[in-house]
Nanobody
Framework: QVQLVESGGGLVQAGGSLRLSCAASGRTFSNRAMGWFRQASGKEREFVAAINWSGSMSYLSVSVKGRFTISKDNAKNTVYLQMNSLKPEDTAVYYC?????????????????WGQGTQVTVSS
């Protein structure tokens, strides 16, 4: 069993930065890949970023590559999403998720535990 709690969301102006954190409980966190997804109002949930179990490999969606960074601290059972140069189109509820294995996935079906989400709003 893995429980995930996101934090760090909020309101920021375009061009600003936020860092999301996802604290995990459960002894299997270090063995799992982690991912971040987001869902804007009226839209489907979309993949944002993922990282493998050790934190040595990561993957970012085209829409955020060069602006966002994902990192994982197994000692702290926490995964982070650093978001820079934010745009109004980044506005969404952001969810972290724990993958079914140590290999990351870009689809929601590859994850079996989800956080409750944190709202990110970027004003123009």
């Amino acid at each position: 069993q893995v429980q995930l709690v996101e934090s760090g969301g909020g309101l920021v102006q375009a061009g600003g930065s936020l860092r999301l954190s996802c604290a995990a409980s459960g002894r299997t966190f270090s063995n799992r890949a982690m991912g971040w997804f987001r869902q804007a109002s009226g839209k489907e949930r979309e993949f944002v970023a993922a990282i493998n179990w050790s934190g040595s490999m990561s993957y970012l969606s085209v829409s955020v590559k060069g602006r966002f960074t994902i990192s994982k601290d197994n000692a702290k059972n926490t995964v982070y999403l650093q978001m820079n140069s934010l745009k109004p189109e980044d506005t969404a509820v952001y969810y972290c998720a724990a993958a079914v294995s140590g290999v990351y996935s870009t689809v929601a079906a590859g994850y079996d535990y989800w956080g409750q989400g944190t709202q990110v709003t970027v004003s123009s």
